[in-house]
């Protein structure tokens, strides 16, 4: 005769399922430490994403509020993409067209205007970094002033050549500044480039020992606007 009593069986409960619930609480915790892990490598590199390096490979860690202007850079316009307020200082670091400038000749351009200011010259920044965005409306400008590209390439790059979308060159002010960094700038190799343009300025770190390059007659001359 079959038992009928329904009440819960008083038989002791097997050991392997007693430990079952450490088991599944010991993989939801790996789980957890996974996922933290993912989300800690995840904020590294987003902050290396918004680390700007130049050729001098010294990286300036910009805020978590920039990351979104950083990745987007290429396309910024107005200041974020380059545009100087007047007045600019070698050492206003919180202008972008100055702090996207490679970091040596950002020295050397702030070791140079320290001694021009010594010597009664100021020294301000008309041009420094662009973006690819802001380097291309120029050129269109340009070409409007110019009348023809042809024309334009003599004083504005495209933005796939222009040193100063990678953050190489500089256009300094005023012509006290130009005249004094023309007789003063090798020194910090600091050099002017083009015959056209006596405010634009790139490092030549040799020139402090060689002296300057040849300048070209304009940009059209440089092998580099003709890669």
């Known amino acids: 005769m079959r038992n009928l009593d329904t009440s819960p ?7 392997r399922y007693r430990r079952r619930p450490a088991v599944v609480l010991a993989v939801v915790a790996g789980a957890l430490a996974f996922s933290l892990v993912v989300l800690l490598a995840m904020a590294v590199a987003v902050s290396r994403a918004a680390t700007v390096d130049g050729p001098g490979g010294a990286g300036r860690l910009l805020g978590t509020a920039a990351v979104g202007a950083a990745l987007g850079r290429d396309e910024a316009t107005g200041e974020a993409g380059g545009v100087v307020p007047p007045g600019t200082s070698p050492f206003d670091e919180d202008v972008p067209a100055v702090s996207g400038l490679d970091p040596r000749l950002l020295d050397a351009l702030q070791r140079a205007t320290t001694d021009a200011t010594a010597a009664d010259v100021v020294v301000v920044v008309n041009g420094g970094w662009r973006s690819a965005a802001y380097q291309e409306q120029l050129l269109d400008d340009a070409v409007v002033r110019y009348g023809s590209r042809t024309e334009a390439a003599r004083w504005v790059a495209t933005p796939e050549t222009s040193a100063h979308v990678h953050g190489d060159a500089v256009d300094v002010g005023s012509w006290d500044a130009t005249s004094w960094l023309s007789g003063n700038g090798a020194a910090y190799g600091l ?37």
């Open 9 to 15: 069986s008083t038989r002791p409960v097997p050991a």
């Open 191 to 227: 050099c002017q480039i083009y015959e056209n343009e006596s405010w634009h300025y790139e490092l030549r770190p040799e020139a402090a020992d060689q002296g300057c390059p040849p300048m070209f007659r304009d940009p059209t001359e440089d092998p580099r606007m003709n890669p």
